[in-house]
């Protein structure tokens, strides 16, 4: 055997992709659980799609269009089909209607959470994988259902704790821009390609700002690392013409005004207009006004699907990270009407529109700010059964047997170590006690149990190792017969009030 083949593999996590420990996935799920019960509360049920789809069922709706697997993960199977990992829960849940068309109700409203892929370059908080979570409504053409989602955004961020004023619903409209390019020469079939471009370099104009957006709607930009991202290529004044649309003001007020003043006063821009007034009424009737859902024309949503409202959930507060830099997550979730979705397998119009919260990216910034949902008390770690005779291995395993039959989580210690090691082991755990009977204890039909967490508080008082051996702090001796009650009693104590 030569020297390099003793080598070990290198222990490396793929760029772009995150490992999840206890805490966070106990975090998750009760997010999961209260966006659950949001969605639920407006009358969405479950559904579940597979996070692989054939590629052209997902359809190419990111960046990059020259090969199946740019922006998606793909693969060919034996059958030489293209199949890819789903880049939204949006694309696989229009297969899934489009398949069950006759049996759902409609309209039908359904929610969806899971991990969603992406093959793109990683960085600072852009991860591939990552969860969303999604509610759609399918076969309603009215923008009111649009407006339901907005409703819905703010009332599941509020759930999640984020106060009223520390978040916005921003709303806009495809068609208000689609008439804006139409206006500067690029409508048409022909130009698709170019406003895919100018969308996606405005849905970027959070993380940029405008220099950067202007980089991208003429030659291009080349980014921190030296990467360059062709641009749009247009001149000047197209540039100058979508740049002024996007600064303009576009509170309530001014809704009625936009669309007498426009000088290019097209029919989808008009309509687009005329539906976002429709959204704010339907909102201000529900009692959600502009502090909480307010039109923005700066959102675009990058992908190319959309057809009519779109709209983003973005946090307001500014926090601090763990090195003291200032942080602003900006959009944590986002939507909109997506009316081809479904006809792309049916031939025929089928209206839909939905919305998707970015749990991952959520999650992050709650963490930041302290939120009870994701920094309440994690399940009680378990109490450790020591083993200190082998040869009595069958009766410590009755006494993990007695708790667990308590509805007490219990784990008996399975290494080879000594009593040292097996604390050490009950410390790391994070074990609320331990439970130790050795030959001594035995004889007398009696157990010592440890209270870890009041031992710690109790030696931090206590001088020398003879002081604390005569002390023995937080640790008890109860017959065999009251294990149960004298661990129930140390649980107890500790429970969070």
């Not at 992050?364 to 450790?384: F, G, N, R, W």
Request: charged share 30%.
């Amino acid at each position: 055997m030569n020297k390099e083949s003793k080598l070990s593999l290198k222990p490396q996590l793929p760029r772009g992709f995150a490992d999840r420990g206890p805490q966070e996935i106990a975090a998750v799920d009760r997010m999961i659980e209260a966006i659950r019960q949001s969605y639920e509360l407006y009358g969405f049920e479950a559904v579940e799609t597979p996070f692989i789809e054939y590629t052209d069922a997902l359809g190419k709706f990111l960046p990059d269009q020259d090969r199946p697997n740019e922006g998606v993960f793909s693969f060919r199977d034996d059958d030489e089909q293209w199949l890819s990992l789903r880049y939204d829960l949006t694309a696989p849940l229009a297969r899934y209607v489009a398949e069950n068309f006759d049996r759902l109700p409609k309209p039908y409203r359904s929610y969806r959470a899971g991990f969603v892929f992406r093959n793109e370059k990683p960085g600072p908080g852009r991860f591939r994988q990552f969860m969303q979570f999604d509610a759609d409504t399918v076969g309603v053409p009215s923008v009111i259902a649009d407006a339901e989602m907005c409703m819905m955004a703010a009332d599941t961020l509020e759930r999640l704790g984020i106060k009223r004023g520390d978040y916005l619903i921003k709303v806009n409209n495809r068609k208000v821009l689609d008439g804006v390019m139409e206006a500067i020469g690029l409508g048409g079939p022909e130009n698709v390609g170019r406003r895919l471009t100018v969308l996606r370099a405005i849905d970027k104009l959070d993380r940029l700002g405008v220099d950067g957006v202007q980089m991208l709607l003429g030659p291009g930009r080349k980014d921190e690392s030296g990467d360059f991202t062709k641009g749009a290529r247009l001149d000047d004044k197209q540039i100058h013409t979508l740049i002024s649309f996007l600064n303009a003001k576009t509170h309530a007020e001014n809704l009625e005004l936009m669309k007498g003043l426009y000088s290019y006063r097209s029919e989808t821009s008009q309509e687009g207009l005329s539906e976002l007034i429709a959204i704010r009424e339907f909102c201000l009737a529900g009692g959600y006004k502009d502090d909480r859902i307010r039109v923005d024309l700066s959102v675009v949503r990058g992908l190319e699907y959309y057809t009519g409202p779109v709209f983003e959930a973005e946090l307001t507060f500014g926090v601090k990270d763990e090195r003291g830099n200032p942080v602003r997550f900006g959009s944590v979730g986002g939507g909109g009407r997506y009316d081809g979705l479904v006809a792309r397998f049916r031939g025929e119009p089928v209206p839909a529109t939905g919305f998707s919260i970015g749990v991952s990216r959520l999650y992050a910034a709650l963490k930041l700010i302290d939120s009870p949902i994701v920094s309440s008390a994690d399940a009680t770690a378990p109490v450790v059964v020591l083993v200190l005779d082998r040869d009595q291995i069958a009766r410590y395993q009755s006494m993990v047997t007695q708790l667990r039959n308590a509805n007490i989580r219990a784990e008996l210690y399975l290494g080879g170590a000594g009593m040292k090691a097996q604390m050490r082991y009950a410390d790391k755990r994070g074990a609320p006690c331990v439970v130790i009977q050795g030959s001594d204890e035995r004889a007398k039909g009696e157990v010592q149990i440890k209270d870890l967490a009041e031992g710690a508080r109790a030696a931090e008082s206590i001088v020398s190792n003879e002081e604390w051996k005569a002390a023995r702090p937080a640790q008890i001796s109860v017959p065999e017969d009251r294990l149960v009650d004298a661990v129930r009693e140390i649980l107890a104590r500790h429970a969070p009030s």
